[in-house]
């Protein structure tokens, strides 16, 4: 179990994943600028509930994922615009309110079996629906990469959460991801919601019709 300072936002994280935050409140400076001094991670929890700014502290999720800060770059008024690099998934087991921000009691969660001859496989599958993935959402005007433009990590695990990271679909959608018991959940869930979206695609594609309204039909 240890301590960690901990940054609710509307978004998740994935290990090996990066993100790039604009930190602008009183209480996130003081926690970022103790990060930096200790050269200790903080961690990314989805909110569950309230918002991110400007009021109480929100509920966070029960999983997250520590961020290492890569990037700082100063910007007047003591904002800062930061980019860090996600790494290990921590379970919550208490939170800490006698500071401006919320820290948690955590421990770390590691996925067992992430380097099977299954898990290498159904990731080299993934990678095939992902391409066909992000070419839907270019012919629906989505930004235009290619998979073979992405600088692809050669770890099976990672390649799964960069699938994951890549979905479009609600945060709320994405924690069942970062919170899968195992290699094999993670695998299933993500394969399954890939198809579901490229159903999905293929179908507003052909017929213009509303995303989550056949989202939640495909459900």
């Not at 103790?34 to 050269?39: P, T």
């Not at 290492?68 to 860090?84: R, S, Y």
Request: proline fraction near 8%; charged fraction near 20%; glycine fraction near 8%.
């Amino acid at each position: 179990m240890r301590l960690l300072p901990l940054f609710p936002l509307h978004t998740v994280l994935f290990p090996g994943m990066p993100i790039q935050l604009h930190i602008f409140e009183d209480r996130y400076r003081l926690m970022i600028r103790q990060c930096i001094e200790n050269s200790t991670p903080f961690g990314v929890v989805l909110i569950s509930r309230g918002d991110e700014s400007l009021g109480p502290l929100p509920v966070p999720h029960p999983v997250g994922c520590t961020a290492h800060i890569t990037t700082v770059e100063p910007l007047q008024g003591g904002h800062f615009n930061l980019t860090a690099q996600g790494n290990d998934r921590f379970r919550i087991h208490g939170l800490l309110t006698d500071r401006p921000f919320l820290v948690g009691q955590v421990e770390l969660l590691p996925l067992e079996q992430t380097h099977s001859i299954e898990m290498k496989r159904g990731a080299r599958t993934l990678l095939t629906q992902l391409s066909s993935y992000l070419g839907l959402l270019r012919q629906n005007g989505s930004e235009d990469f290619q998979l073979g433009s992405l600088p692809l990590p050669d770890d099976p695990l990672t390649q799964l959460y960069l699938a994951a990271a890549l979905l479009q679909i609600p945060a709320e959608e994405k924690q069942p991801l970062l919170a899968a018991q195992s290699a094999a959940s993670l695998l299933e869930q993500i394969s399954r919601l890939y198809r579901r979206e490229i159903a999905l695609w293929q179908h507003i594609n052909r017929n213009g019709e509303d995303a989550p309204l056949i989202r939640g039909y495909l459900n």
